[in-house]
């Protein structure tokens, strides 16, 4: 079972037989450096070494980047994504990000839901994102960035998701609701609801994420390595129960 250590649920599972340990780490998006989870991500990390006598792989969301010189850089640029690399590399540990690629994602999100309502989701996800972390760059911005990057995605949407686009697939959506709310963008976000067709969305590309990384743990597992996970805490609600079974 999982137990709960300030900020951060953790998951610790270990085989007698094989000798192998596995921490799962759930936690919050932040990226300030004098929160307390970042203290107690480093210390399960420095636990996790002193009980690993095999092979250690660590699982992260994000894709694996080179790291800053300090780990108070590391989280102030990636959040929790650049902490786990950061004291991963530095403890000349191997780091994948064990997820399907953007292309996948989308090609399978659209092989179940109407492409337009996928590119807008996948915007306002980001958006959704962006409010959980210092903010370095304005509202407006970020939503540039996040409309250009779904461009990039036309030939799997069948459709440029240009800015004149995305406004009126907004107003087709939500009417005149405020954009920038951030109760409004992390509510039809969250994945645990199902309100909106992009709740739905959301929950089904997450489902997508998790069957990859429980298969690239079980993977690892079955090769006989020490695993280190590090995620958002909605991913360690949904797998613990299969990840229990994993030394059965």
């Not at 759930?26 to 095999?54: A, C, M, Y």
């Not at 659209?110 to 210092?134: G, R, T």
Request: net charge neutral; with cysteine.
């Amino acid at each position: 079972m999982s137990e709960e250590s300030k900020d951060i649920l953790i998951l610790k599972i270990s085989s007698i037989s094989t000798e192998q340990v596995l921490y799962f780490l759930g936690v919050r998006h932040t990226n300030s450096p004098v929160d307390i989870q970042f203290v107690q991500l480093e210390k399960f990390w420095n636990e996790f070494l002193s009980s690993s006598r095999r092979d250690r792989i660590v699982f992260t969301e994000g894709s694996v980047r080179e790291v800053p010189l300090s780990y108070e850089d590391s989280i102030k640029q990636r959040g929790e994504v650049g902490a786990s690399q950061w004291l991963a590399y530095k403890a000349n540990s191997m780091c994948v990000c064990p997820e399907p690629t953007n292309e996948e994602q989308r090609k399978a999100l659209c092989l179940f839901f109407d492409p337009q309502n996928v590119a807008y989701a996948l915007i306002v996800q980001n958006l959704a994102a962006w409010y959980n972390y210092s903010r370095q760059s304005d509202f407006n911005e970020v939503l540039f960035k996040s409309i250009n990057r779904e461009i990039k995605f036309s030939s799997i949407y069948g459709f440029v998701a240009n800015n004149s686009w995305f406004y009126n697939q907004h107003k087709k959506l939500f009417s005149e609701q405020q954009l920038s709310d951030r109760e409004f963008l992390q509510s039809i976000s969250d994945p645990r609801k199902n309100d909106t067709i992009v709740n739905t969305i959301v929950a089904f590309r997450t489902k997508i994420r998790n069957e990859y990384l429980l298969s690239a743990i079980k993977k690892a597992w079955e090769l006989g390595k020490d695993i280190f996970v590090v995620y958002g805490r909605g991913h360690l609600d949904a797998l613990e129960k299969e990840l229990g079974k994993i030394i059965d």
